[in-house]
T-cell receptor, first 113, second 114 residues
Framework: DSGVTQTPKHLITATGQRVTLRCSPR?????VYWYQQSLDQGLQFLIQ???????AKGNILERFSAQQFPDLHSELNLSSLELGDSALYFC????????????FGQGTRLTVV | GDSVTQMEGPVTLSEEAFLTINCTYT??????LFWYVQYPGEGLQLLLK?????DKGSNKGFEATYRKETTSFHLEKGSVQVSDSAVYFC?????????????FGTGTRLQVTL
């Protein structure tokens, strides 16, 4: 157990809908990272927050947004969902800004039908 | 931009066989290099890392050497076990604004049979 908690574990929704994925980082970690793992794109970095502020942005679509709350948990919002958004979404956390020191959650599997 | 290329899978080996998973990278500057492992139903776990040229990372019998001249970081293990069956990702870490980000390869699935 990495200490990073993601909910829900599985999500099935229809095209055009909006969903929210939640991540609770390890105790004491200030950075949260979101990654998308899909069959065609592999594992891609989406966005990083540190202590409530956005610090790095990757290949995140405009339909997607994220935030980190004062209690340091983070949410990834996906809207106007398309079939191609079906993927495993990972959250990771680290105590500082170094992505290489992050621990990963078990992921949320999103299926868009 | 930065990129990581690793060999296609799946790789199927018998227990106690020698493992090599190739990984090459393209990056500006001097990235750190990593191997992550993903067991079924779990998130990624850091397996080993190397932060500068000629460094060797090792863990649980796995090894990889940072080769700047060939821009490679191949993963090796002398004798694999069934419990090593997983997906292995090569990755590099580079600066992204004021933070760092990881760029991953596509992953190589390893299946070890008795």
């Amino acid at each position: 157990d990495s200490g990073v908690t993601q909910t829900p574990k599985h999500l099935i929704t229809a095209t055009g809908q909006r969903v929210t994925l939640r991540c609770s980082p390890r105790s004491g970690d200030l950075s949260v990272y979101w990654y998308q793992q899909s069959l065609d794109q592999g594992l891609q970095f989406l966005i990083q927050y540190y202590n409530g502020e956005e610090r790095a942005k990757g290949n995140i679509l405009e339909r997607f947004s994220a935030q980190q709350f004062p209690d340091l948990h983070s949410e990834l919002n996906l809207s106007s969902l398309e079939l191609g958004d079906s993927a495993l979404y990972f959250c990771a956390s680290s105590v500082d800004l170094r992505a290489s020191e992050a621990f990963f959650g078990q992921g949320t599997r999103l299926t868009v039908v | 931009g930065d990129s990581v290329t690793q060999m296609e899978g799946p790789v199927t080996l018998s227990e106690e066989a020698f493992l090599t998973i190739n990984c090459t990278y393209t990056a500006t500057g001097y990235p750190s290099l990593f191997w992550y492992v993903q067991y079924p139903g779990e998130g990624l776990q850091l397996l080993l890392k190397a932060t500068k040229a000629d460094d060797k990372g090792s863990n649980k019998g796995f090894e990889a050497t940072y080769r700047k001249e060939t821009t490679s970081f191949h993963l090796e293990k002398g004798s694999v076990q069934v419990s090593d069956s997983a997906v292995y990702f090569c990755a590099l870490s580079a600066r992204a604004g004021t933070a760092s980000k990881l760029t991953f390869g596509t992953g190589t699935r390893l299946q070890v049979t008795l």
